[in-house]
């Protein structure tokens, strides 16, 4: 658990100096710990340093933990692909969803989750149009984010995205959702919340604006690759 200790450090260090390169405030950046096969020990060791949002990607293997780790104040997100025979334990077991980009998804998230306390969501934008990954076209982004604001126990908070894996030695372009975001900003739309940026980009996003990296494989090391959800 001490490399562990010493991983989170190194990850929080290079999110402040990322901050501070670009300009950002101290602390505008939240770290969002994805945590898909990670034990609940692995969980309670990085609360108690102080990290407070982790993310899960497989619903089946999330609400074992969530339940272990219940006596925490933990801070909840579902970044994976959502089916919709999994809404109703989503909505029951989350604060927020990373990747929404099907109103029939968000229309059944909207049913399940409780009056008086909507449940936090970001539009997933696919910015390559990449046929490998989940996501909306930038063009079908307003319509959908305009449909999501009609339905009362969802707040909407912004975008996410996995944009094309670059080349060797090259950043990801992070202009197009950069530029979506704040369009829709200057729309009306009152988002606070840009999830972009993971392990080996964090400080290119966090130029681009992100105010919430998800953050794996610097922590806990590589896991087997998976092209559709890029590395975390």
């Known amino acids: 658990m001490n490399t562990l200790a010493t991983q989170w450090q190194a990850v ?3 999110i402040l100096e990322a901050e501070t390169n670009a300009s950002r405030p101290e ?3 939240k770290l969002l710990v994805a945590s898909k096969t990670q034990s609940p020990a692995k969980i309670r060791s990085l609360y108690a340093l102080g990290q407070k949002a982790f993310g899960e ?7 074992p933990k969530i339940q272990a780790l219940s006596d925490l104040d933990i801070e909840w997100h579902f970044i994976g692909p959502i089916q919709g025979n999994k809404t109703t334990l989503i909505a029951r077991h989350f604060s927020w969803v990373h990747g929404l980009c099907r109103l029939n998804i968000a229309e059944r998230l ?10 936090n969501v970001l539009i997933q934008v696919n910015p390559d149009l990449e046929p490998s990954k989940q996501g909306l076209p930038p063009e ?7 449909a999501i604001s009609t339905l009362p126990n969802l707040a909407l ?8 894996e670059p080349e060797p030695g090259k950043t990801p372009d992070f202009s197009i959702i950069e530029s979506l975001y704040q369009t829709l900003a200057r729309k009306g739309f009152k988002f606070d919340t ?3 940026g993971m392990s080996n980009d964090l400080e290119a996003a966090i130029k681009a604006g992100s105010t919430c990296v998800r953050i794996g494989t610097a922590l806990f090391g590589p896991r087997p690759s998976n092209k559709n959800k890029g590395t975390v």
């Not at 909207?110 to 449940?119: D, E, F, H």
């Open 194 to 196: 840009l999830s972009l």
């Open 157 to 164: 908070r912004g975008l996410m995205a996995i944009p094309r």
């Open 12 to 14: 929080k260090s290079r």
């Open 27 to 29: 602390g505008s950046v």
């Open 140 to 146: 079908e982004t307003l319509a959908f984010a305009q």
């Open 57 to 63: 990607n497989y619903v089946q293997e999330a609400i």
């Open 110 to 119: 909207n049913n399940m989750a409780s009056q008086g306390c909507p449940l």
